[in-house]
């Protein structure tokens, strides 16, 4: 099975970052290499993901002076060494054969780049109801104007440099973005695997209020183009005080 380069940006991540370098420890396909990108974290993120170098030899650790969404995986996919690229947040959580089914599902439907559905295991029911429009959404807009959530996209170096990365002028869904080009060039899908994440997100700004903003702004994006001046402020990095 091939290998794969896990991109990991961070920004003040501290609490969470062990739990997900936990779940790489703990997958059943280990030949991958971890590449963590740090947007200049004030906290300690980088020295716990440094604990983990004896459970992940292949992990590297990197710090950018500015901080950005876009800037830190193309920064990761510029240092990548495998051809399949794996994109993630800091508090993603993964089951141990998520890696070893995606790579079997992407090798088996030949794609470059594909979106990952939102897991809701363990969450309450109003949040599994909410998931799963989410996830409902992503899969019917797949074929005509797709978007994805940023926090687990599958992608390649061939394709990342095809489409010459994030752009990192977009403020808001550059991830989206990603995935709409990609389609263009490319076969772009869902695989049927699912990623955990922390839900920090959605309970400090508002289920509702969440879903309402991606929606406007697809709906914004598809009529009027992507948003590179601000025209929907989202702050990276402005959950870091959350437990």
């Known amino acids: 099975m091939e290998p794969i380069s896990v991109v990991i ?39 716990v993901a440094r604990s983990f170098e004896k459970h992940l030899p292949a992990l590297t650790v990197h710090r950018m002076e500015t901080r950005g969404v876009s800037l830190g995986r193309n920064t990761g996919a510029s240092i990548a060494n495998h051809e399949r690229v ?49 996830n409902g959404g992503m899969f ?23 489409l010459e990365g994030f752009d990192e002028k977009i403020t808001l869904c550059e991830d989206c973005d990603y995935v709409r080009r990609a389609s263009k060039l490319m076969r772009f899908r869902f695989i049927n695997q699912a990623f955990q994440f922390d839900p920090r997100r959605l309970d400090q700004d508002g289920m509702v ?14 009529f009027f183009g992507e948003m590179r001046n601000n025209e929907m402020e989202y702050r990276f990095g402005h959950y870091q005080d959350q437990k």
């Open 9 to 47: 940006i961070t920004l003040n991540e501290e609490k969470r970052i062990g739990r997900l370098l936990d779940d790489l420890v703990n997958q059943t396909h280990q030949d991958f290499e971890v590449v963590l990108v740090d947007s200049n974290s004030d906290d300690a993120t980088r020295d």
């Open 140 to 162: 019917a807009t797949q074929f005509f104007f797709p978007t994805a959530v940023g926090a687990c996209i599958f992608s390649t170096r061939t394709a990342h440099k095809q």
């Open 209 to 222: 209020a969440t879903g309402f903003v991606y929606l406007k702004a697809n709906f914004r994006r598809f």
């Open 86 to 134: 794996l994109f993630l947040d800091a508090d993603v959580r993964l089951e141990p054969e998520f890696l070893e089914k995606s790579v079997k599902e992407l090798n088996e439907k030949n794609l470059q780049v594909a979106g990952v559905y939102m897991g809701a295991k363990a969450l309450p029911a109003i949040q599994k109801v909410c998931y799963a429009a989410f």
